[in-house]
């Protein structure tokens, strides 16, 4: 109670405080304004289309040709939207010791500008359906682990290239991310893509003020938590994103229950250039492997995606970009 009390008497005392203050309302009335939210509509339709265009190649697992058709596509389609384009092309040992191409695509607007975010997600597909009861050797579809990231930062893309945000962004799509061990024993198995830009990004020096990596965003009633990483490395960047979720009526995808660390781009962001860099990743707490039913499964495909979940993802990064 004694709290309560103490709380009435500052409101009291700062309210006697301004009232001398003859331009107080005005002063209050001009800060409002320029802090009025611009609003610029995120077409979930659009981004559902890039998704389905991705899966149409088939699975797009590095080195095959339908990985390959799937990098052109993406190039087609970034190129005439961005400021400047830049391609990553290196090789990667997988921990069954394939040697797979890696071709990261990374395409920046407002170039010059010194105020940078990075969006990022992977565009390979798993080559394997592990966590599946059958066809368990046989590549994923990858519609929401995949596509569904690329297919919203595709659409925002075409929001960028229409109205200038005040800040520059990079878009990145990171290749060979989903190559890894299942059984977790080999260390740095996943995320091949994001290791190598992380070691060498398309600029020296590269610097932005945060990262938001997204990573199956398109299931029926996602729940986004505050992944473990995230919280610990990136937890400004979060509560901006969070917040903007929450502001534009989206809290019930954006939750604030905590999950564990997950190992996904976004920690090797941040591990080889200190970028804070949080992850939008699709975690159900009652499913029996902690993500989707249909995750690393033959049911990753169209089934796994709904528009009212790429709307709420879209928007609010749409939102975030717009009024930073
Ligand atoms: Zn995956």
Same mark, same amino acid.
């Given at each position: /109670?004694?709290?309560?009390?103490? +709380?009435?008497?500052?409101?009291?005392?700062?309210?006697?405080?301004?009232?001398?203050?003859?331009? !107080?309302?005005?002063?209050?009335?001009?800060?409002?304004?320029?802090?009025?939210?611009?609003?610029? !509509? #995120?077409?979930?339709?659009?981004?559902?289309?890039?998704?389905?265009?991705?899966?149409?190649?088939? *699975?797009?697992?590095?080195?095959?040709?339908? @990985?390959?058709?799937?990098?052109?596509?993406?190039?087609?389609?970034?190129?005439?939207?961005?400021?400047?384009?830049?391609?990553?092309?290196?090789?990667?040992?997988?921990?069954?010791?394939?040697?797979?191409?890696?071709?990261?695509?990374?395409?920046?607007?407002?170039?010059?500008?010194?105020?940078?975010?990075?969006?990022?997600? @992977? &565009?390979?597909?798993? *080559?394997?359906?592990?966590?599946?009861?059958?066809?368990?050797? /046989?590549?994923?579809?990858?519609?929401?682990?995949?596509?569904?990231?690329?297919?919203?930062?595709?659409?925002?893309?075409? !929001?960028?290239?229409?109205?200038?945000?005040?800040?520059?962004?990079?878009?990145?799509?990171?290749?060979?991310?989903? &190559?890894?061990?299942?059984?977790?024993?080999?260390?740095?198995?996943?995320?091949?893509? +994001?290791?190598?830009?992380?070691?060498?990004?398309?600029?020296?020096?590269?610097?932005?003020?945060?990262?938001?990596?997204?990573? /199956?965003?398109?299931?029926? !009633?996602?729940?986004?938590?505050?992944?473990?990483?995230?919280?610990?490395?990136?937890?400004?960047?979060?509560?901006?994103?969070?917040?903007?979720?929450? +502001?534009?009526?989206?809290?019930?995808? #954006?939750?604030?229950?905590?999950?564990?660390?997950?190992?996904?781009?976004?920690?090797?962001? &941040?591990?080889?250039?200190?970028?804070?860099?949080?992850?939008?990743? @699709? @975690?159900?707490?009652? +499913?029996?492997?902690? #993500?989707?039913?249909? &995750?690393?499964?033959?049911?990753?495909?169209?089934?796994?995606?709904?528009?009212?979940?790429?709307?709420?993802?879209?928007?609010?990064?749409?939102?975030?970009?717009?009024?930073?």
């Amino acid at each position: /109670m004694k709290y309560i009390l103490f +709380s009435f008497a500052l409101i009291f005392l700062s309210a006697c405080n301004n009232k001398p203050v003859v331009n !107080n309302t005005n002063t209050h009335k001009d800060i409002t304004e320029t802090k009025k939210q611009v609003v610029v !509509n #995120f077409d979930e339709n659009g981004a559902y289309d890039f998704i389905q265009k991705q899966v149409d190649f088939g *699975p797009r697992v590095p080195g095959t040709k339908e @990985h390959l058709a799937c990098y052109n596509y993406l190039v087609e389609v970034l190129k005439p939207l961005a400021d400047t384009m830049y391609f990553q092309n290196t090789f990667a040992t997988t921990f069954d010791k394939k040697t797979i191409p890696v071709k990261n695509i990374i395409a920046t607007f407002n170039t010059p500008k010194e105020t940078r975010i990075i969006l990022c997600a @992977h &565009w390979d597909t798993r *080559p394997f359906a592990d966590q599946d009861t059958k066809d368990k050797d /046989m590549p994923i579809l990858g519609a929401n682990d995949g596509g569904s990231g690329v297919g919203v930062l595709l659409q925002i893309a075409k !929001n960028l290239s229409i109205q200038k945000p005040e800040i520059g962004i990079d878009i990145i799509l990171f290749d060979s991310e989903d &190559w890894g061990d299942a059984t977790g024993g080999v260390e740095d198995s996943y995320c091949l893509g +994001s290791q190598a830009w992380g070691k060498a990004p398309h600029i020296r020096g590269y610097k932005a003020d945060f990262g938001i990596l997204l990573d /199956m965003v398109g299931a029926p !009633n996602a729940t986004f938590g505050n992944e473990g990483y995230s919280m610990q490395n990136a937890n400004t960047a979060l509560s901006i994103v969070w917040q903007a979720a929450a +502001s534009a009526g989206y809290d019930n995808y #954006f939750r604030n229950f905590e999950t564990n660390r997950i190992t996904d781009d976004h920690y090797y962001v &941040w591990k080889n250039t200190g970028i804070p860099t949080i992850d939008i990743i @699709h @975690h159900d707490q009652n +499913s029996r492997n902690g #993500f989707g039913e249909y &995750w690393h499964t033959h049911n990753d495909n169209m089934n796994a995606i709904d528009k009212k979940t790429l709307k709420a993802v879209g928007q609010t990064l749409v939102n975030v970009i717009y009024n930073y």
